[in-house]
Nanobody
Framework: QVQLVESGGGLVQPGGSLRLSCAAS????????VYWYRQAPGKERELVAE????????YFVESVKGRFTISRDIAKNTVYLQMSSLKPEDTAVYYC??????WGKGTLVTVSS
């Protein structure tokens, strides 16, 4: 069964940048939309971004538009979430997701001075 593994999280100061990676154990990103979600402490998981099969990208959280960029490298079976100008409210566990694939463990992003 395909697995998703997120990485790249960490502690960063406000205004800093991080690039998250989502690696799949199989070649699924060319035939599936991929989503990044996040779950902040005490809050529900929310959809942040999507990259569709045709490469079209969507952002679903108003506050990340212009700061986050979702992209993919199909040859590497990896999807990225480049995050810049990070704010404390971006603190969350970030997950990637593909429909029908089990959730990974996520990667923690902490934005704090």
């Amino acid at each position: 069964q395909v697995q998703l593994v997120e990485s790249g999280g960490g502690l960063v100061q406000p205004g800093g940048s991080l690039r998250l990676s989502c690696a799949a154990s199989g070649s699924i990103f060319s035939i599936n939309s991929v989503y990044w979600y996040r779950q902040a402490p005490g809050k529900e998981r929310e959809l942040v971004a999507e990259i569709a099969v045709d490469g079209t990208v969507y952002y679903f959280v108003e506050s990340v538009k212009g700061r986050f960029t979702i992209s993919r490298d199909i040859a590497k079976n990896t999807v990225y979430l480049q995050m810049s100008s990070l704010k404390p409210e971006d603190t969350a566990v970030y997950y990637c997701n593909v429909f029908g694939v089990p959730w990974g463990k996520g990667t923690l992003v902490t934005v704090s001075s």
